[in-house]
Antibody, heavy 121, light 113 residues
Framework: EVQLVESGGGLVQPGGSLRLSCAASGFTFSSYNMNWVRQAPGKGLEWVSYISSSGSTIYYADSVKGRFTISRDNAKNSLYLQMNSLRAEDTAVYYC??????????????WGQGTMVTVSS | DIVMTQSPDSLAVSLGERATINCKSSQSVLYSSNNKNYLAWYQQKPGQPPKLLIYWASTRESGVPDRFSGSGSGTDFTLTISSLQAEDVAVYYCQQYYSTTITFGPGTKVDIK
């Protein structure tokens, strides 16, 4: 079964750090571009970051640029999001999402269940 | 960034009736070299992650019922549910993946009248 499972969420104080992980299974992880998408409570979807299959190309939303770092370990079938200098507005469910195969950009065909990040003192 | 807007914000439709959701992008998402619109539609039910319904503006994802269809090109797109079922109650989002800064619409909530 094709699956993405996020972990690492939790409660963190403003200014703190957190590292999210996404474990992939059921497909050849190294062949797919991956993304992080977040959703604040009761709000819509916000794309956060993209990483190409090889890890050589990375993009960020302006709202997280300079604070968040996306990475992947294809040997471990894992995607990561290092989040530093966290703010209250970063509070959200964070989803990892697989980009459908083919081309540089494509729709997101597989999503994880998400992990909740709460930034509060 | 490409700004995505959706209308209406919400709608209530009787079971078996048609539901139509509109999505507009602030600039064209049609890539001229391959004539593809970089536009997708997602369905999100409460407590669940989004589910891909439509990609390339009109291609239905495998396993998605054929009552769901997408149309449009350039900057104006539509998601149609031809005969609303109870299990279609959800929030629907459009997304452009034309730009390396991917953006979603604000969502349209669909309920049963």
């Amino acid at each position: 079964e094709v699956q993405l499972v996020e972990s690492g969420g939790g409660l963190v104080q403003p200014g703190g750090s957190l590292r999210l992980s996404c474990a992939a299974s059921g497909f050849t992880f190294s062949s797919y571009n991956m993304n992080w998408v977040r959703q604040a409570p009761g709000k819509g979807l916000e794309w956060v970051s993209y990483i190409s299959s090889s890890g050589s190309t990375i993009y960020y939303a302006d709202s997280v640029k300079g604070r968040f770092t996306i990475s992947r370990d294809n040997a471990k079938n894992s995607l990561y999001l290092q989040m530093n200098s966290l703010r209250a507005e970063d509070t959200a469910v964070y989803y990892c999402a697989r980009q459908a195969w083919g081309g540089i950009m494509n729709a997101f065909d597989i999503w994880g269940q998400g992990t909740m990040v709460t930034v509060s003192s | 960034d490409i700004v995505m807007t959706q209308s209406p914000d919400s709608l209530a439709v009787s079971l078996g009736e048609r539901a139509t959701i509109n999505c507009k992008s602030s600039q064209s998402v049609l890539y001229s070299s391959n004539n593809k619109n970089y536009l997708a539609w997602y369905q999100q039910k409460p407590g669940q992650p989004p589910k891909l319904l439509i990609y390339w503006a009109s291609t239905r994802e495998s396993g998605v019922p054929d009552r769901f269809s997408g149309s449009g090109s350039g900057t104006d797109f539509t998601l149609t549910i031809s005969s609303l079922q109870a299990e279609d109650v959800a929030v629907y989002y459009c997304q452009q993946y034309y730009s390396t800064t991917i953006t979603f619409g604000p969502g349209t909530k669909v309920d049963i009248k």
